[in-house]
């Protein structure tokens, strides 16, 4: 393996000024932006908001104009819980509030004025599955509206089951085992109306209540028992996620890996056809300024890099909570993007009717910034800067930049791998805090820019590369071993050779070389996550863009002189109690034996342990016990975790530095 030297000693400066005690004398960052680490492409369905039958301001052309001038291409509807009390025959909503002029022709009508497409609840919780197979008929064969994505009730996991209760659900069994059972049937049912429709059942977001929590009851947790029950019937899976700041993104990519994991271990056969949608979400803080503005860009755009089709902000209107001061604006913990004029009993009103807060800016800058049909690439940056990049297939290049300094400005220097812009000045679109519109003006310079504090920037840059291979398609994983990964991937015409690559942060380490299309790997460390591209080159030289990325995780060793096996004993969500069986596969006995492994993320730790001592530096774990382990002979150890973020299970476990057979569950 090998890297570019120019790209090492970024990295080593990017991790230095990270380092405690380690501080630049200037306000400034450096951004890599990495064309050769292609990471998702963007869909038509990416950028999505919320409607709710109880908003009388739903369908209206000023709101379906504002929605459309932003970019929206998904609306969902009837609005959250109101999908398991909505009927749609009546447009009524037993034991809620339906405005005027909210019926489902009328949302349709301002879908199709957006130029966007609509995602249906379908009401599980008082409804059934003949009401909504009449749903799914009356749209698209009589009415010919062809909504193609429908979820299977909303967040049915509250229906009381595990002890809060705010989902409506008339079914008398309301384990996930039961929701499982009635969404095949209406999957069944559904389809029978028209084949062409995709079907969504509900999960709960790793680390996000009552994920991996195992009801009075039940033989598993909810997304185990769902996945392996209607996973060969649905088409997708829906998640929900209300995160703390613009910080909690960097969880999206274990997050995604998680749910993946989970998809691929119980959902059966095919099971890489499940699409993720994360059909509603918000911030906690500064909810109509500027920090809900830079969480909601930074969001987004992690998720579409790491291959959701679908995410919605929750919501288009929804009402004042309370009055603040946030970045010097006011702030009224609206989860709305646009103003409802409302008016709290401190006599505090909101501004005028459809006012958009500053999440909407975000969401009209993320469709400046990468359009469907644009493939995501990687950028980063170690400060207070956030990045993000983008390539059109005219062979432009978008890069997006958020400041989250509230305070100061910085003046970033932008590096490019994989990609050399032209000397043209970019096209800048800008939107600072307290700000009521995106500026876009063409100056400056592609390798450097002033960020005003709490701003959100896109820079579109031109190319001077002329023509160049086509790139390839999706590698896919031929085999794995604990130390070996061989992929493949389509020929592409005029190609005289392929590199690979690993994403490694924002750079990439090329693996090799090959004039073929497939290629093994080897050196990898056992149980451990990776990421890789193809690029393609033809005889003149030219080098591709990236192909969409592959992610693979090595195994333990097939046979070892040890095995061990962590199980899953209690979890509430935040923590659990992991017990780890330690088992002597060799022909002599150990005295004295330490184990040890890595959390694969660093929002993981062991807050105490017994039939051993435990200690955590960083991520790693070690565990030292004294009983002899005779061949053949097993000891138990245990601990209580702790998790802030998804709860990766560690890859391998090593014995005496010996890597072990290991099995989590």
């Not at 749209?139 to 089951?161: P, Q, S, T």
């Not at 994920?211 to 185990?224: S, Y």
């Not at 004295?592 to 001592?613: C, E, H, I, M, Y």
């Amino acid at each position: 393996m090998r890297m570019q030297r120019r790209r090492l000693l970024l990295v080593i400066t990017l991790v230095a000024a990270c380092l405690p005690g380690v501080a630049s004398a200037e306000p400034d960052a450096t951004v890599l932006v990495n064309a050769r680490a292609g990471l998702a492409t963007v869909p038509d369905t990416g950028l999505g908001v919320n409607h709710a039958v109880w908003d009388s301001q739903l369908g209206t052309n000023a709101v379906s104009d504002l929605l459309g001038d932003a970019g929206v291409r998904m609306m969902r509807y009837p609005g959250g819980s109101y999908g398991d009390i909505y009927h749609w025959k009546d447009h009524t909503a037993p034991g809620g509030y339906v405005a005027p002029n909210t019926d489902f022709d009328t949302f349709m009508a301002g879908v199709r004025r957006a130029q966007a497409q609509p995602i249906i609840i379908a009401n599980y919780g008082t409804g059934t599955p003949q009401e909504a197979a009449d749903w799914v008929h009356s749209a698209n064969v009589v009415k010919g509206y062809g909504v193609k994505y429908w979820e299977i009730g909303n967040e049915l996991y509250g229906n009381g089951h595990y002890g809060a209760d705010w989902e409506a659900d008339n079914h008398p069994d309301k384990s996930p085992a039961g929701y499982a059972r009635e969404t095949v049937e209406y999957a069944k049912a559904m389809k029978a109306a028209d084949p062409t429709i995709k079907v969504g059942a509900v999960l709960t977001t790793p680390a996000n209540w009552p994920d991996a929590i195992v009801g009075t009851g039940d033989a598993a947790n909810w997304n185990q028992t769902v996945l392996s029950i209607a996973g060969p019937y649905v088409d997708f899976v829906i998640v929900h996620w209300y995160p703390e700041s613009v910080a909690s993104a960097e969880q999206v990519p274990d997050l995604m890996y998680l749910l993946r994991q989970q998809i691929s271990r119980f959902a059966g056969p095919d099971s890489g056809r499940l699409g993720i949608a994360v059909t509603e979400l918000n911030a906690t803080y500064g909810r109509n300024t500027q920090p809900g503005a830079l969480f909601a860009a930074e969001a987004y755009t992690s998720l579409l890099e790491n291959g959701v089709f679908n995410v919605d902000w929750w919501n288009v209107h929804n009402g004042p909570g309370k009055a603040s001061t946030v970045a010097g604006q006011p702030d009224y913990d609206d989860f709305g993007l646009l103003s409802s004029a409302g008016c709290l009993s401190d006599g505090v009103c909101e501004p005028p009717l459809n006012t958009p807060f500053a999440p909407y800016h975000a969401l009209r800058m993320l469709s400046l910034f990468a359009r469907p049909g644009d493939q995501l690439v990687r950028a980063g940056s170690a400060s207070t800067v956030r990045a993000h990049a983008a390539r059109r297939p005219n062979g432009d290049l978008a890069v997006l930049l958020l400041n989250t300094d509230p305070d100061n400005a910085r003046t970033v220097t932008i590096d490019y791998a994989g990609y050399t812009p032209s000397a043209d000045a970019p096209t800048v679109h800008t939107f600072t805090n307290g700000a009521s519109s995106i500026t876009t003006s063409v100056d400056g310079s592609a390798r450097s820019r002033t960020l005003p504090p709490y701003s959100i920037t896109t820079l579109v840059l031109h190319s001077t590369a002329a023509n160049h291979p086509a790139a390839p398609g999706q590698p896919v994983l031929d085999a794995v071993t604990d130390r070996t990964a061989t992929i493949t991937w389509p020929a592409v015409p005029g190609a005289v050779k392929y590199e690979v690559h690993r994403q490694f942060g924002a750079v990439s380490e090329q693996w090799g070389e090959t004039p073929g299309t497939s290629f093994t790997a080897g050196n990898l460390n056992p149980g451990s996550r990776y990421t890789v591209n193809v690029l393609a080159r033809d005889a003149a030289g030219a080098v591709s863009w990236s192909s969409p990325p592959l992610t693979l995780t090595t195994g333990a060793p097939a046979s070892s002189t040890c095995a061990v096996r962590l199980s899953d004993v209690n979890d509430w969500s935040s923590g659990f109690v992991g017990s780890v069986d330690v088992t002597n596969t060799g022909t002599q006995p150990l005295e004295g034996w330490t184990l040890a492994f890595d959390w694969p993320t660093n929002r993981q730790k062991v807050n105490s342990g017994w039939n051993g001592t435990w200690t955590q530096n960083g991520t790693t774990v070690t565990v030292t016990g004294s009983p002899r382990i005779e061949p053949n002979a097993t000891v138990s150890v245990g601990f209580v975790g702790g998790y802030t973020g998804p709860n990766i299970p560690p890859g391998v476990f090593t014995l005496n530095g010996t890597p072990c057979r290991t099995q989590t569950g």
